[in-house]
């Protein structure tokens, strides 16, 4: 499987999380207009932590492990609304936010390195349009809250953690 191929599947999982877990927190019952105003919080420190990460860790193990956390995350989030726990699972809505955002920002400095210049252009807009992707599939994905509260985190966290695992192939390489 090519560069391009493992690029736009984890860009997939990340677009579902990243467009999905906003539209998923009216499922915890927490103000709408508060989370949306925390993930827009949440997403600006995104921009420092991104070039950090890039400058002390290798990309494909940083990606690897942000998806994964943020899966984490979003099956935690989960479990908590289960129990009950919305002030705690909301908190845990915007580490899954945070981690699907790092996740692009790093994904999308991983893309231009990957790719040689000629390429560049056509690599770039399939990675945003794999990301669009998974967004226009999340209202779909997200309206499965109405049956069972919450089991949109559920489905977002193990989009962003199984598809994340694509990162893990050896034909991506440092």
Do not use: H, W
Request: hydrophobic fraction near 55%.
């Amino acid at each position: 499987m090519g560069f391009s191929k493992v690029v736009m599947i984890i860009m997939f999982g990340l677009g579902m999380s990243y467009y999905g877990v906003p539209l998923a927190v009216r499922d915890i019952k927490v103000n709408i207009y508060l989370s949306e105003a925390l993930n827009a919080m949440v997403e600006l420190p995104t921009f420092v932590i991104t070039p950090i990460l890039l400058e002390k860790f290798s990309r494909r193990s940083t990606v690897l492990v942000n998806c994964l956390i943020g899966g984490a995350a979003g099956v935690f989030c989960f479990v908590l609304s289960l129990f009950g726990r919305t002030n705690i699972a909301f908190a845990i809505e915007l580490a899954s936010f945070f981690c699907a955002r790092i996740g692009f920002n790093l994904m999308a400095v991983y893309m231009v390195e990957l790719f040689p210049t000629c390429v560049r252009n056509f690599a770039t807009t399939m990675l945003r349009q794999a990301l669009v992707l998974g967004g226009v599939c999340c209202p779909n994905v997200a309206s499965i809250g109405t049956n069972v509260p919450s089991l949109t985190f559920a489905v977002f966290g193990l989009a962003m953690s199984c598809l994340g695992l694509f990162a893990k192939r050896p034909s991506l390489e440092d």
